[in-house]
């Protein structure tokens, strides 16, 4: 998907004061939407028994954060992805860890984490925000238990580390859940330690790199993020040699990256291309705006087509990322690991591009419904002064006409914007039209070209208090009289209460509010000058 739409709003705070609406992220729920019309659905249920989430499940998020920066995973992306999870039609009561282990040569998961629209939001502050308000989200660098050699459940050994498998070279990590006491073998499942037995549909893992080219392997993709999966702990005794453990196991025909792969599957793949390193790891901070994102079940086809079409073209070094550059780094490394996935794992995964459908929000059928948001400002609060909403609309189509509504959604709507077949995303400012003090819920319809409505056009609100002021009322009262001018002198000569709100204080326009106002009440009640706020004279507010 390119074009990626903006995002509804900022985590930075991480705390609960974050309210809801920024909780959303529409490239995420396009790209849900397009999965489900391809027939990969989100959600277990009923209706849908191969979905991805089931309701009870530990949803690991195997992100990317060795680097910091553009180089992680995009935050606003995750974020969305948390929050449809934990929107499960069914009544979401499992967990969900964002998890990486950026090795002991990586910088940690920490607040340098901030590849977002807001350069303050970083992981940290997403995975906080949830927490606070009460929801099963947190995160773990398995950094922790990076050189910690364990045995499995199943033997007896309740510790948490990385079972290491001397033939295969195969590792990967067994831990209890930072949230409950669950017990979690990336391989086989949770534990039940009262049965002794996994339970391997009680884990859903998705892989959610972020797009970057790399030196050793040409690209960071898919696959690769499982070394984010695997423990680079006792190189030498292992491998003979970090180097060595590169280059003849992990990117070499050994294909260790894929084995591991392999036995801790992924549910799903997103890749976020937001932004794409284009000369990593020697020069993180060249990155550009590619704004797109995939998803897949085939990290392999996934693979191929992020570096073909989205990094290639962009990277410093094309030939060592192009996947179909023959002897180059990245078409020599994605080609073992898809051999060994398919031809030694019966895996169905590809690197042809003759078995690989592409969809974008253009190829598919117009019954796609559109969806709005105000991403700004906040649902909820008082206004003396009517606010500007910034209004976002996405879609697979064109998006046509916007209408309104107040408090209800039968009939009655209000044209206030016709984009004349515009695009599939965009953002508009809009003011709403002028109305008597009071409480209101705003309802809001858009049209695409072929003729879908947002389904929750009678169910997504957005609600405000609107409260206007008289100018010259500063103690709200009901009318600018006299009483105001004291009001106002002792507002700004003994500290009384100041004008409610600050702008009825402000009658000469002048954006303060200060002695002149209260002389120019006094004028206007005993000599007959201006009223508040009219500047020149003719009976309209100026301000």
């Known amino acids: 998907m390119d074009s990626l739409p903006p995002t509804s709003g900022s985590l930075a705070a991480g705390n609960p004061s974050v309210p809801d609406e920024h909780l959303t992220d529409p490239a995420i729920d396009t790209m849900i939407l397009m999965l489900a019309e391809k027939g990969i659905d989100l959600y277990e249920t009923a209706e849908t028994p191969d979905g991805i989430v089931g309701t009870e499940e530990i949803v690991i998020i195997k992100g990317n954060y060795q680097w910091n920066g553009r180089n992680t995973t995009n935050t606003d992306r995750v974020k969305g992805l948390i929050w449809r999870v934990l929107n499960h039609p069914d009544d979401f009561s499992g967990e969900i860890l964002v998890c990486d282990n950026t090795q002991d040569i990586g910088t940690g998961i920490n607040q340098a984490d901030n590849n977002s629209e807001d350069l303050g939001q970083s992981i940290i502050d997403v995975v906080l925000t949830f927490y606070t308000k009460g929801y099963p989200v947190y995160y773990l660098d398995w950094v922790y238990i990076w050189d910690n050699v364990a045995s499995e459940y199943s033997e007896g050994d309740y510790s948490d580390g990385y079972v290491y498998e001397e033939i295969s070279k195969i590792t990967y990590p067994k831990f209890k859940s930072p949230l409950s006491n669950t017990y979690i073998s990336l391989r086989y499942g949770v534990w039940d330690s009262l049965t002794s037995t996994y339970d391997s549909s009680g884990l859903c893992v998705i892989d959610f790199p972020v797009l970057k080219a790399h030196g050793w392997a040409g690209s960071t993709i898919a696959i690769k993020n499982w070394i984010g999966v695997m423990t680079t702990a006792y190189s030498t005794e292992r491998f003979g040699s970090f180097n060595d453990m590169h280059n003849i196991y992990y990117f070499g025909s ?18 976020d291309a937001t932004w794409t390193t284009r000369q990593g790891p020697v020069n993180p901070t060249d990155v550009v705006n590619t704004n797109m994102m995939m998803a897949s079940t085939d990290p392999a086809a996934a693979s191929w087509y992020a570096a073909k079409y989205i990094l290639t073209p962009v990277a410093v070094y094309p030939n060592q990322t192009d996947p179909d550059n023959p002897g180059g780094t990245y078409n020599n490394i994605l080609t073992t690991w898809t051999n060994f996935l398919s031809d030694s794992c019966n895996i169905p995964c590809t690197r042809d591009s003759s078995e690989i459908s592409v969809y974008d929000r253009w190829l598919f059928p117009d019954n796609i419904n559109p969806a709005v948001l105000v991403s700004s400002p906040q649902s909820g609060e008082t206004y003396t002064v009517l606010p500007d909403l910034t209004i976002h609309f996405s879609d697979d189509r064109n998006i046509d006409r916007g209408y309104f509504q107040l408090d209800g959604c039968e009939s009655g709507w209000s044209e206030f914007w016709d984009y004349n077949c515009g695009g599939n995303d965009t953002s508009i400012t809009w003011t709403i039209p002028d109305l008597p003090g009071g ?13 879908n409505v947002n389904a929750d056009s009678c169910t997504y609100t957005w609600e405000f208090n609107y409260q206007p002021y008289i100018c010259g009322d500063a103690n709200s009262d009901g009318t600018a009289n006299v009483s105001d001018a004291v009001h106002i002198i002792n507002y700004v000569f003994i500290g009384g209460d100041a004008p409610d709100p600050m702008e009825a204080g402000n009658v000469n326009c002048d954006g303060a509010v200060n002695v002149s106002d209260a002389v120019w009440i006094i004028n206007y009640v005993f000599v007959g000058g201006n009223v508040p706020c009219d500047i020149n004279g003719d009976e309209i507010p100026d301000c």
């Open 254 to 271: 050994h294909a260790l990256v894929a084995r591991t792969l392999a036995v801790t599957y992924p549910d799903l793949t997103f890749i």
């Open 439 to 451: 409480e209101y819920s705003l309802f809001f319809k858009v049209c695409d070209d072929a003729g």
